[in-house]
């Protein structure tokens, strides 16, 4: 066997913990590279997706989260090729994405993906990074719309490319994050954080402090041992987020209200004591929903500090306790489980209550909304010798297809060796 092929499934059971079917996946996507691009050099990158897992929308009012990288991800073979254009092929789209780096100007804002990508590159220069041109084949299995960060995803993979042929590797996590962010808010209208993107970016379990935006705190730890003898699953609940960006724009919005209440810009600026004193304003200027979306948000940064010790001390138990006290907090006062618009679809609290009633039944596990919310998938951390139970309780309510196990993974956006 040839000694690259070797070190190549060296590389890939490190990140995968296996290189079969690793192996097979990223050879088919340079067989693809060499057919579109007619050459033969290519390296290869990868950037997962990511789970959250407590901190449900806090990270845009300075907030803390634990989140982790999943063994769902974007995978690409890529190569310069001396040249200021940008060529993309991906899995999905009929045509190749192509383009003239000395040009994104004229490439307008909420394109879809190519403004999303000429928001990427421009974000590089505007950070006083490198890029040039480079061909590139893309595939995917992060699943779409579920809450996993399929954008984000992508984002920090070509961050990842960038940063290995051009830049010396001298882009942090945080760097590509950055970059994730400025694409998203200047040119895909997404007044994202940067959680998203350092999740995927960074990989593992993560502990991420958001009080300083500009340089978020990120700790990481290992995720696996905490949750061996749980299966990981997500429960697509059918609808999307297409057409929710009103009710996601509204939870920042309403907290930093309330953060005005007291003076403040946003909340990670005061304290829970000082909420509580300035309840009777939040209530006659902004709504009690303004207060409830608040209370939430300091609730979430003490579960976060409390799971840092669970995690510390490898107390499995107490860390699932708080990943349901996170999900109902999200349920009761962030209010991010369904749309008060349209009661008749709930599909997502449906989800949760059948699956509490699971739950009670087998005496171990936990379950939450997962992402942004309002519609989309539920996460569900059961006992393995559960799980197959499980699918097939829940396939009496919903399609089988829909119920994906997860893994997670130590290796965020990277070129693989």
């Not at 190749?96 to 590089?124: H, K, M, Q, W, Y």
């Not at 004591?273 to 902004?286: G, Q, T, V, Y």
């Not at 860390?319 to 349209?342: E, M």
Request: glycine share 8%; charged share 25%; aromatic share 10%.
């Amino acid at each position: 066997m040839p000694e690259n092929t070797e070190k190549l499934k060296n590389s890939l059971h490190k990140i995968y913990g296996e290189s079969e079917k690793s192996y097979a996946r990223y050879t088919a996507l340079a067989q693809k590279y060499r057919e579109y691009f007619q050459t033969e050099g290519t390296e290869y990158f990868t950037s997962p997706g990511r789970m959250e897992l407590i901190g449900n929308h806090t990270d845009h009012n300075g907030g803390k989260v634990l989140a982790a990288s999943i063994q769902m991800d974007t995978i690409a073979a890529a190569w310069p090729n001396q040249s200021e254009k940008v060529t993309i092929v991906s899995e999905g789209y009929d045509k190749p994405f192509v383009l003239d780096l000395e040009d994104l100007g004229s490439i307008s804002v909420n394109n879809g993906t190519l403004a999303l990508l000429a928001g990427l590159f421009r974000g590089c220069r505007s950070f006083g990074f490198r890029i040039h041109g480079f061909n590139a084949c893309i595939s995917t299995n992060v699943l779409s719309a579920a809450g996993v960060s399929s954008s984000a995803s992508f984002e920090m993979l070509l961050c990842a490319v960038i940063n290995y042929f051009f830049n010396d590797n001298r882009m942090t996590s945080i760097d590509y994050a950055k970059i994730g962010r400025y694409a998203e808010n200047h040119f895909w209208n997404k007044q994202s954080g940067l959680m998203d993107q350092l999740a995927c970016a960074a990989g593992g379990m993560i502990f991420l402090d958001f009080s300083n935006s500009d340089f978020p705190c990120v700790e990481k730890t290992d995720p696996a041992s905490m949750l061996e003898g749980y299966d990981i699953l997500l429960v697509n609940t059918g609808k999307g987020h297409g057409d929710l960006s009103a009710e996601y724009s509204d939870v920042p919005l309403e907290m930093k209200n309330a953060a005005k209440q007291m003076g403040k810009n946003l909340l990670c600026e005061a304290e829970l004591p000082l909420l509580l004193d300035k309840l009777p304003e939040i209530r006659a200027h902004c709504g009690d929903r303004s207060f409830l979306r608040s209370l939430h948000f300091y609730e979430e940064n003490e579960r976060v500090q409390t799971a840092k010790e669970a995690i510390r001390n490898g107390n499995t138990e107490e860390l699932l306790a708080l990943i349901g006290d996170s999900g109902n907090s999200s349920w009761k006062y962030l209010q991010n489980c369904y749309t008060p618009s349209d009661t008749r679809e709930e599909s997502v609290c449906t989800a949760l209550a059948l699956t509490e009633l699971f739950i009670k039944k087998t005496g171990r596990g936990t379950c939450r909304v997962h992402g942004g919310g309002f519609a989309g998938v539920i996460l569900s951390i059961l006992p393995a010798e559960a799980t197959e139970e499980y699918i097939r309780y829940m396939s009496r309510f919903t399609e089988k297809e829909n119920i994906f196990r997860i893994s997670l993974r130590n290796t965020g956006a990277v070129h693989v060796e």
